[in-house]
């Protein structure tokens, strides 16, 4: 039986996208989280910065922090700019962080942001997976998976 997908959620516009990950990891479950930010951070991101490529998600004390995740400072912001690489407050509910609670404890799964977007109430969300990593006979696989997809597409535009 094939898995099920995930549901797609309402993004208007993606900042920034961490393609590395879906290569990387096998995407078990995905989830919406709010992004704590300060204003010049959320300027920086609407200017399309900011980047996730070597950002992970963590839970400390019951929160959920998104760490290494790099949001530029603000060109016209002042003295009160932000700090570009600080760990930033993940908002989700509290059954969420439990459960990625239990998938990282027990099962040695990480927790991997797939994306930052606005949505379409202009908040600044996260797409944060929960995923294994994928050794490397497994990333050889989705290689001949992928070119294999695209020597069918070739073929069937052939005739």
Known sequence: MARPRPTEFDKKKIVAENRRARFDYFIDQVFE??????GTE????RFGEGSIS????EVKDGEVWLI???VPE????NRFNH???RPRKLLLKEREINKMH?????EGMTLVPLSVYFNGRGRAKVELALAKGKKAHDKRETIKERDW????SRLLRGN
């Open 33 to 38: 989280a709010g992004i704590a930010l300060t």
């Open 42 to 45: 959320v300027k920086s991101l």
């Open 54 to 57: 070597e950002s992970y998600a």
């Open 68 to 70: 290494n995740s790099n």
């Open 74 to 77: 603000f060109s016209h912001g």
């Open 83 to 85: 700090e570009p690489k």
């Open 102 to 106: 239990g998938a990282v404890a027990r």
């Open 149 to 152: 997809k695209r020597e069918q």
